[in-house]
């Protein structure tokens, strides 16, 4: 999950703002905790159509 859909309990904004103090320990600690959690679904999707065409060239390479 991603942290920019996150809601601040505290001040009710999203954590990724970083509004308050709590919203910026929890957006710290988030991204402490899972490196990739900053990028969006889209960047996701992008970096997985990225390894499954670096998987085909090399099996493509392999055959030849």
Do not use: K, W
């Not at 320990?25 to 670096?54: D, G, K, M, S």
């Amino acid at each position: 999950m991603t942290y920019d859909r996150l809601v601040c309990a505290s001040c009710a904004a999203p954590v990724s703002e970083g509004r308050c103090p709590v919203c910026r320990a929890n957006r710290e600690r988030l991204q402490q905790e899972n490196p990739f959690a900053a990028l969006t679904p889209a960047a996701l999707i992008a970096l997985l159509a990225v390894l499954v065409a670096a998987v085909a060239l090399l099996a493509a390479h392999q055959t030849a």
